[in-house]
Structure formats: C-alpha cells, structure tokens
C-alpha cells in the first residue's frame, strides 16, 4: 500500500512525496536502473526510480535496438540472459507476436539475432508497462545538484541527495545506474576516466595501442588540409598529436556515436534535414575516402519492421574520435554542447551523403542508397525523429578495492571469481579513441576486439561496491570497479540488466539485516539471485 500511494504522488505533475526515507533510491533510468528498481519492489521494499532526463530505458530506446546478442559468427552469447534481463526480451517477443518462437529458441538453444531485436518506442513502453505493474515511483527531469553539498553524509553513509529541481531524497541504500557515474563522484567515491597504462594492473591491451587493426582504414587518406603539406594542418575529425608511447594510459575514451533508427518506408520516412548550421568542409574526410577508392557504409535493415539500428563500427562513419574527451568529466552544460556537436556532425553527415553533389559524382549508387532512408516519424516522436541521446560507451568507472582487469577476460587461467552475481559474455570491445596521422595517413587508434583469448566470466559482487572508507551505503550496476579494457567486456545492455538486479537484490539483503553493502552475505545474495533466474556461471 506504502509503495502505490507513493507510486500515485509521482504521476501528479508538481506533486512529489514529502522527503519520505525509502528504502532504496536509483539514481538513472537506464536498463540497470529499471531492473534494479523492479528487483527492489518485487522484494517488497519502497523505492524511487530518479531519472535526470525524460525518457526511461538509456540507450535501449534511443536507438540500439541491437543489444549484441547472438549477433557474431565466432560465438552465441544469448546463454548467459537470465533473470530480469531474459524476461525483458520475453516481453519484447510478446509485443511483436513471437512468443512461442522465443521459447522454441531457448529451448533449442538456437542462433537466432533477429529475435532478440526491437524497436526504440516498442523497448521503451514496455519498460513503462513493467515498471506501473510494480507501482515505483518515477521521477523525471531529476539530475543532481551541481554542487558539493548534493550529497550529504553521515560518515561513510549518504543521508540524502539534493536534486536541481529542489527536491531531496533520502534513502538507506543508493543505487548509481548512471553511465556517467554521477552519484558516485557526488559522494566522494574514487574513480577514473580513461585508459590505465598496461603497468597499472599488468595488462597487455589496454593504454595506448602500438597497432590497431581493428576497423582500421581500408584506403589511404592524406590527413592534411593541402594535400602532402604537414605544415598545412590536418583536416576535421582528425586531431594533430602523436602517437605516443604504446602501453602509457591518457584521458582517451572510445568514441560516441547516434544509435540511428533510419526507415525506407515512404510513409513514416522524414528525409534527412539540414543542419542549421551546415560546414560542408567538415566532410573532407568522406571525400577523399571515396577518391581513394574506399566504400563508405549504408543503412540496411536490422530491427523490426524494416528500420535500423545504425551504428558506427566501421573505418570511416558517424564514430567521432577523440571528440568526447570534455564530456565524462564535464558539467552538465558542457556535456550538452559534446551532445549538440555530435548531432550537428552526424545530421550534416546524413545530409552530405544523400545530397552532396561530389558525393554523387563519386559513388552514385551510395547517394541512391541514402536518399532512400531517412528518420522515423513514429520513433523519438519528441525530438523530431532525432534520438535524445548519444551512445556514451565508457564514461566514469569506480575504483573499489576489487578491480575486474584483462586477466578476468583472458583465456587460460583467468583469477577464480567465488562472489559472482551476472555473468558477462562479450570480448573486450573497444572501439578506437583517437584519429591521428601516422605515417602520412590517417588512422584510428584505440580499437580493441577480435582474437580468441577472451572467454566468458563471472562479474564480482566486489566491483559493484565501494571502498568501505568511502561509502557503505550505495552500490553500482553501471561502473563496475573495472579497467578501461575489462570495461569493453561488461558493458552490453543484458550484462547491465543483470547488474541492476544484483544491485536491487544486494540492497533489499543489506536493508533487511542492517549491514552495510560491503556486509552483504554472499551465501543470501547467490540464493536470491539463482532462485529469480539470475546466471552466475554459464553452467547453472
């Protein structure tokens, strides 16, 4: 009753609870934060679901419709979906129909990609339906205070965030399901943006890369504004430094992209628009890439319903390198302006290809293809068909006492995991963080993804916790304590989900018993998880 009269206050526009202590407080609206808050209720604890922006389910319904599963050649990954994240995919089955093929699939353990695929508004209203179903209160719009008192403490344990809407929340245990790792820095918690040098924890890829093959160019591209001249300067989307030394660490983080949901279909279709501010020589690159022979991606279909989810994985695309670096650490305002260059860019991009009149001369059937696209009315039906936001692949990542390194993902004699909550099954995907010049060329470095010395592991309730000296009251299901290359390996949507129902678990557990999350008993933890679903090893 205590959680649906609450439920009730948050649908009144203006009228929030009166600082009630709940049990549990998300801070994010991601696929983490929703299961983490669903988890929460379902075990019969109060909680609020704080969103900052307007729109619940991350990146899942502003664009990536693909959420890599079952979607390479060398490996099936849809085992390790359990739990909460497995019944999401059932809804998402359902709403389209496929119900009995989804469970044959299971039951078969067939490869089958297409099935697990979605539209971003289908992803969305499903997570509107399942959360109303529980009765948790949302609240939208409800970024933390850009202040050092946003977080109050009591020793080791926050007492209350400040919103900057005014408000103020209180709780007993806080969940961090932000990307960003927003809550965590508000409280005071260690963590780090970036790539560590291989030294830090005895690594062997991540830091700057010697060579990067991996979505490297497939054409040579002059860098330079007069073609042959250093001193020229070089052209947009290429940044003037060195290399550098390979396996030191830098402030790089891999590129950010718009996850595009694009149609052919001429009755949902908006053609793609000109920026307002359109700066023609900004695509440079795309040219010269075309001169030299290379062919630049195209949409194709690849979720329901004839649409796509366009990503940025190629030599030559819409991935900006080297263009976020201000954006983790950034305040709210300059992360805004990152977001805003990145739209401008990618629209102008979009616009270039279907209407450039060189690109026509140069790759007619290319243009062909692109003027056949274009955005879809029936999707981000508030932004103009344009996804609200970008694909923030890497941003903050705590640094606990325990870090998930290379060495977990590595083939061989990887270091036994004996608390394991989810289980991540991805290699360490690390798309390039830089272009540069390197020997009279451009060239993407940074990328990091296929070999064979990965394997699957399991993910340490350890890297989802804090220090205890710095806070034993707030968990994180979305910046696990882990390096820059092990990071690459964990962050797909059905390993977040995962990660939000341990953290919504493990914060009922430490409310019940009244011991801090480092307390939590793992023996109570491992039984929760196991009996709602939750895989803690490929095997169970």
Not at 115 to 127: G, K, N, S
Not at 271 to 295: D, N, S, T
Not at 488 to 506: H, K, P, V, Y
Request: proline share 6%.
């Amino acid at each position: 009753m205590k959680n649906f009269l609450i439920s009730l206050l948050f649908l009144i526009p203006g009228v929030l609870p009166a600082q009630p202590v709940y049990d549990v407080v998300v801070y994010g609206g991601t696929p983490a934060g929703v299961m983490a808050a669903i988890q929460v209720a379902r075990m019969g604890q109060t909680v609020a679901l704080l969103e900052p922006g307007r729109h619940l389910g991350g990146i899942m319904v502003e664009g990536l419709g693909g959420t890599d599963i079952d979607n390479h050649q060398e490996f099936q990954n849809s085992p390790a979906v359990g739990g909460l994240a497995l019944e999401f995919y059932r809804r998402i089955a359902k709403a389209y129909g496929r119900s009995d093929e989804f469970e044959q699939v299971l039951r078969s353990k067939a490869k089958k990609p297409d099935i697990w695929r979605f539209e971003p508004h289908v992803a969305e209203q499903i997570l509107l339906d399942w959360v109303a179903e529980h009765k948790i209160g949302i609240a939208y719009e409800s970024r933390l205070l850009e202040m050092k008192d946003a977080v109050l403490k009591k020793g080791t344990a926050i007492q209350q965030i400040k919103l900057e809407n005014g408000q103020t929340y209180r709780a007993k245990v806080f969940i961090d399901a932000t990307i960003e790792g927003d809550l965590l820095n508000a409280a005071g918690i260690s963590t780090v943006i970036g790539r560590e040098s291989n030294a830090t924890y005895g690594e062997a890829k991540n830091g700057i890369q010697a060579v990067t093959d991996h979505a490297q160019f497939l054409v040579k591209v002059d860098p330079y504004r007069v073609m042959g001249d250093p001193t020229s300067g070089v052209i947009p989307t290429i940044q003037n430094e060195p290399l550098g030394t390979p396996g030191d660490g830098d402030q790089h983080l891999q590129a950010y992209c718009f996850r595009m949901c694009l149609t052919k279909n001429p009755t949902n279709r908006i053609p793609f628009p000109k920026p307002e501010v359109y700066q023609r020589e900004q695509y440079e690159i795309y040219l010269r890439y075309l001169k030299a022979g290379g062919k630049l991606y195209r949409p194709r279909v690849d979720i329901p319903n004839g649409k796509t989810d366009l990503g940025a994985w190629h030599d030559l695309s819409h991935n900006l390198y080297g263009m976020n670096m201000a954006y983790p650490g950034g305040n709210y305002a300059t992360r805004q302006t990152v977001l805003a260059q990145h739209r401008q860019f990618t629209q102008g991009l979009f616009y270039f290809l279907a209407n450039d009149e060189e690109v026509g001369r140069l790759a007619p059937d290319l243009q062909k293809e692109w003027t056949l696209w274009g955005l879809s009315k029936d999707e981000f039906t508030d932004n103009g068909g344009w996804p609200r936001l970008f694909y923030v692949r890497d941003a903050r990542r705590m640094v606990s006492d325990y870090v998930i390194t290379e060495h977990h993902v590595r083939k061989g004699n990887p270091p036994p995991v004996p608390d394991p909550v989810a289980v991540a099954y991805w290699p360490p995907d690390i798309h390039s963080v830089r272009r540069i010049v390197k020997d009279g060329y451009a060239y993407n470095e940074g990328s990091v993804f296929r070999d064979n010395t990965w394997q699957p592991f399991g993910i340490s309730y350890r890297a989802l916790i804090p220090k205890a000296s710095e806070c034993t009251n707030l968990l994180t299901a979305s910046c696990p304590s882990s390096s820059h290359i092990a990071y690459g390996a964990i962050r797909i949507e059905f390993t977040f989900m995962a990660l939000g129902q341990a953290c919504g678990t493990a914060a009922v557990l430490a409310n019940q018993k009244r011991v801090t999350v480092q307390a939590v008993n793992q023996k109570e933890l491992k039984d929760k998880l196991l009996a709602d679903g939750q895989l803690l090893s490929l095997n169970n």
